[in-house]
């Protein structure tokens, strides 16, 4: 008995798939949250800022990175004419600034990391926002986002990312307000 319970239920859900649904449930659109990151104006707004940090992060790094190629270099060619223990003590020198910079390098990506979470996390509840808008004017009964692994197939032309990016790029984004220390000085006075 137990082994007919599968062709059943799998029977009863291509009946159920089968059968037409009104109209109003069935209007699906689809979106591409991440296109609609990378093309709104807010959106390009928060990847410049990130480019200017990820090359100002870069920079530094390569600067570090030439420098301490210099140093290995210098102590490459002078190594012969030093001491045993002169060597060794600049060999562990030179390690310890690897080590340091191998540190800045990965600070610097974690940096990166939180500063794309950041922008995103501000940037998605408001894309979100415009998604609901259009979902309710329209009649949607459900908004899908492309890059959901879950999407195995979308027809096109319920693809609403374009309309998406056109209303978010029309909405303003309040910047977080940031507090001074003066304030936060006298609140912990009282």
Not at 56 to 78: C, G, H, M, V
């Amino acid at each position: 008995m137990k082994k007919y319970y599968i062709p059943i239920i799998t029977l009863l859900f291509a009946l159920i798939i089968s059968f037409p649904a009104p109209a109003a449930a069935e209007k699906i659109g689809f979106v591409d949250v991440r296109d609609v990151l990378s093309r709104s104006n807010a959106g390009k707004k928060a990847q410049t800022e990130f480019k200017k940090t990820f090359e100002k992060k870069k920079a530094a790094i390569q600067s570090r990175d030439s420098e301490l190629k210099k140093q290995t270099d210098a102590f490459q060619k002078q190594r012969p004419g030093m001491t045993e223990i002169a060597a060794k003590e600049k060999e562990l020198e030179l390690q310890k600034k690897y080590r340091e910079f191998q540190r800045m390098v990965s600070s610097a990506e974690d940096e990166m990391r939180r500063k794309d979470q950041e922008l995103s996390r501000k940037l998605i509840p408001e894309i979100y926002k415009v998604i609901h808008a259009i979902s309710a004017r329209e009649g949607y009964s459900l908004i899908l986002d492309i890059n959901n692994p879950v999407v195995i197939y979308s027809y096109k032309g319920n693809n609403i990312t374009e309309q998406v990016i056109a209303e978010f790029n029309k909405i303003k984004i309040s910047e977080p307000k940031k507090e001074t220390r003066k304030k936060t000085r006298k609140s912990k006075k009282k």
